[in-house]
Nanobody, 123 residues
């Protein structure tokens, strides 16, 4: 099982980034996919999740209206489009897979995790 996240980088406040996470080694279309982030000295926090058929998406209040999660089951890939970034969005972003999970669930509910990609937003 592998989840490879990429697309992070150093940007300025107000900029946009698109993260991608490519999955392999499991039946991607049967898993809800989530994005979490962890800033230095803080706990890992939920960002967004999308159900296995992309029929439902859920977001943390802090990113609602700015971030969009989507997926392409044909490409085994989940995306996180991040707009209007601000310094508080600086963190390592992780993608994770949750077997037929529904709704906002904590990190412990997820079955597989990627290695993370760093997003740094300067003011």
């Amino acid at each position: 099982v592998q989840l490879q996240a990429f697309g992070g980088g150093l940007v300025q406040a107000g900029d946009s980034l698109r993260l991608s996470c490519v999955a392999s080694g499991f039946t991607f279309s049967r898993y809800s996919m989530g994005w979490f982030r962890q800033a230095p000295g803080k706990q890992r926090e939920f960002v967004a999740t999308i159900t296995w058929r992309a029929s439902n998406q859920y977001y943390a209040d802090s990113v609602k209206g700015r971030f969009t999660i989507s997926r392409d089951n044909a490409k085994n890939t989940v995306y996180l489009q991040m707009n209007s970034l601000n310094p508080e969005d600086t963190a390592v972003y992780y993608c994770a897979a949750d077997f037929q999970g529904f709704g906002v669930r904590g990190p412990a509910e997820y079955d597989y995790w990627g290695q993370g990609t760093q997003v740094t937003v300067s003011s």
